[in-house]
């Protein structure tokens, strides 16, 4: 396959690969599983139909329904399911960290590489992922992965496929390839105890870029493929994600209270194929979303974190809004909405 002859996702995961079994027989490793439930709910809109640019859709459970089919093979969409969207998934990863670069100072004396395994599976899909993660120094750490994911058509719901026969439906793909994640970032992070020592002064910030390359076994270049239920337009390339975050962190159930803040761009020649100044799709557009994250200590070995998240979307004038395609939909500008809450269930094995 054309995937899996890529210089930069061969590289990463022979990395991962071979370093892994080397440190399994070290004397300084520490080890441990966690198994996570992950859910989410997506709010029900009609997808900024009838907002101005800038402007904010309110929820709304009454679909508006589609004038007609737009050319022969885009019978169009109505906006709005009626319910909104659903999806829950399991996680086990096991990981592995080894005291590495260790000093004696408070900035060094933490200093390790750690190396996760986590295997995933949703109704419609499983994957197998692999992070290694090196901390330099306490308040910075770097970090490499790869992905390899199957999906699968449930008959309501389909996990992967090809989204380029211009109808907006994806081909039915199960089982008919892989995808393939390969990621490369660094986080820096800071809390205001390490100057102001005490249970109560956690002001905490984190900073995490994060590039990304992914790719479809069963999409060329320039045709966009669908992946565990998503809207189908993802490409073979390059994709920029940002990670920020403002907390305070206490001694108490409640223990992170803060707020989130994450970007999504694609790049190269993705970014260009349909620009929002050129009346495009909008494949040049930044994804926002924010919202504030709340995290629990259940016990010593569990927690939850629940999230809600507002997000800026592109906005479609209004006759292509209405199209099922996304290549025949020409973004006008942007619009808020509400756009999910979600949680996550973490517990030590």
């Known amino acids: 396959m054309k995937l899996l002859s890529s210089p930069k996702v061969l590289f990463v995961v022979l990395c991962l690969v071979l370093i892994f079994p080397s440190l399994a027989v070290s004397e300084e490793v520490e080890r441990?599983?966690?198994?996570?439930?992950?859910?989410?709910y997506y709010f029900d809109d009609n997808k900024g139909y009838g907002v101005?640019?800038?402007?904010?859709?309110?929820?709304?459970?009454?679909?508006v329904e589609k004038p007609g089919p737009f050319d022969a093979d885009d019978d169009g969409r109505d906006l709005g399911s009626g319910w909104g969207a659903a999806e829950i998934q399991a996680l086990l990863t096991h990981r592995i960290v080894v005291r590495f670069l260790t000093g004696t100072g408070a900035l060094t004396s933490g200093n390790n590489v750690t190396f996760a395994i986590t295997g995933a599976l949703t109704p419609v899909s499983t994957r197998l992922?692999?992070?290694?993660?090196?901390?330099?120094?306490?308040?910075?750490?770097?970090?490499?992965?790869?992905?390899?994911?199957?999906?699968?058509?449930?008959?309501?719901?389909?996990?992967?496929?090809l989204n380029a026969d211009g109808s907006g439906v994806p081909d039915s793909a199960s089982f008919q390839g892989v995808v393939l994640k390969?990621?490369?970032?660094?986080?820096?992070?800071?809390?205001?105890?390490?100057?102001?020592?005490?249970?109560?002064?956690?002001?905490?910030?984190?900073?995490?870029?994060?590039?990304?390359?992914?790719?479809?076994?069963g999409a060329n270049k320039g045709e966009a493929w669908m992946w565990e239920g998503d809207i189908g337009e993802n490409f073979n390339g390059f994709?920029?994600?940002?990670?920020?975050?403002?907390?305070?962190?206490?001694?108490?159930?409640?223990?992170?209270?803060?707020?989130?803040?994450?970007?999504?761009?694609?790049?190269?020649?993705?970014?260009?194929?349909?620009?929002?100044d050129s009346s495009g799709w909008g494949s040049d557009h930044v994804l926002i979303t924010v919202g504030?994250?709340?995290?629990?200590?259940?016990?010593?070995?569990?927690?939850?974190?629940?999230?809600?998240?507002?997000?800026?979307?592109?906005?479609?004038?209004?006759?292509?809004?209405?199209?099922?395609?996304?290549?025949?939909?020409?973004?006008?500008g942007t619009y808020w909405d509400f756009y999910r809450i979600a949680f996550s269930y973490g517990l030590k094995l």
């Open 182 to 217: 390969s990621w490369i970032g660094g986080t820096f992070q800071f809390d205001l105890a390490a100057f102001v020592p005490g249970d109560w002064t956690h002001v905490v910030t984190l900073v995490s870029p994060k590039l990304q390359y992914a790719a479809f076994s």
């Open 52 to 63: 101005s640019d800038g402007g904010f859709a309110p929820i709304s459970y009454t679909p």
């Open 292 to 332: 504030p994250v709340f995290n629990f200590t259940l016990s010593e070995s569990s927690s939850l974190a629940v999230l809600f998240q507002f997000r800026r979307e592109r906005l479609y004038d209004g006759t292509s809004i209405f199209a099922n395609y996304y290549d025949n939909r020409h973004a006008i």
């Open 32 to 40: 441990s599983t966690s198994l996570s439930i992950e859910g989410t």
């Open 129 to 161: 992922e692999l992070r290694a993660t090196l901390t330099p120094i306490a308040f910075l750490n770097f970090f490499v992965g790869s992905m390899l994911g199957t999906g699968w058509d449930t008959g309501l719901f389909n996990g992967m496929g």
């Open 239 to 276: 994709m920029f994600y940002g990670t920020y975050f403002l907390g305070y962190q206490m001694p108490l159930v409640l223990n992170t209270v803060g707020i989130l803040l994450e970007t999504k761009q694609n790049l190269g020649y993705v970014k260009d194929l349909s620009s929002m």
